[in-house]
């Protein structure tokens, strides 16, 4: 099992890439308002190409290359899941059902009587 260290340390090159990725950003969002007169395609256009761009400058900084490592070992992890045979999963569904009704049964039962109880035996309070 490989560890990982937790490093903070980053270059100026690389905080650059991520306030370029900010700045894509934010001017996809100016280019959507501002070319309103244009169309919606130019629009949309202008809207998703910059949120392209800020991903693929993402991407290269060293923040997004451990956010894509770390996705990578999060599906490799997951295909070593060994998942329930649809039999399995159906009983315990019927398991899970079969429990909530039965509590929901004892607190609507257990609700009754305290109502009961304060209502009618210690206030006198009839319905």
């Known amino acids: 099992m490989a560890t990982s260290e937790v490093q903070t340390v980053s270059s100026g090159a690389d905080k650059a890439k991520l306030a370029a990725a900010v700045v894509l950003l934010l001017g996809s969002f100016v280019a959507f308002y501002l070319l309103s007169a244009k169309g919606s395609m130019v629009q949309w256009g202008a809207l998703l190409g910059g949120f392209v761009a800020a991903a693929g400058m993402f991407a290269v900084s060293e923040s997004g290359r451990q956010l894509l490592a770390f996705g990578r070992d999060a599906w490799r992890e997951a295909r070593k899941v060994v998942w329930p045979a649809r039999k399995e999963?159906?009983?315990?569904?019927?398991?899970?059902?079969?429990?909530?009704?039965?509590?929901?049964?004892?607190?609507?039962?257990?609700?009754?009587?305290?109502?009961?109880?304060?209502?009618?035996?210690?206030?006198?309070?009839?319905?």
């Open 89 to 127: 999963a159906i009983q315990m569904t019927a398991y899970v059902f079969a429990f909530v009704f039965v509590m929901a049964l004892f607190l609507w039962l257990t609700d009754k009587t305290v109502e009961w109880l304060f209502y009618d035996l210690i206030l006198g309070w009839r319905k």
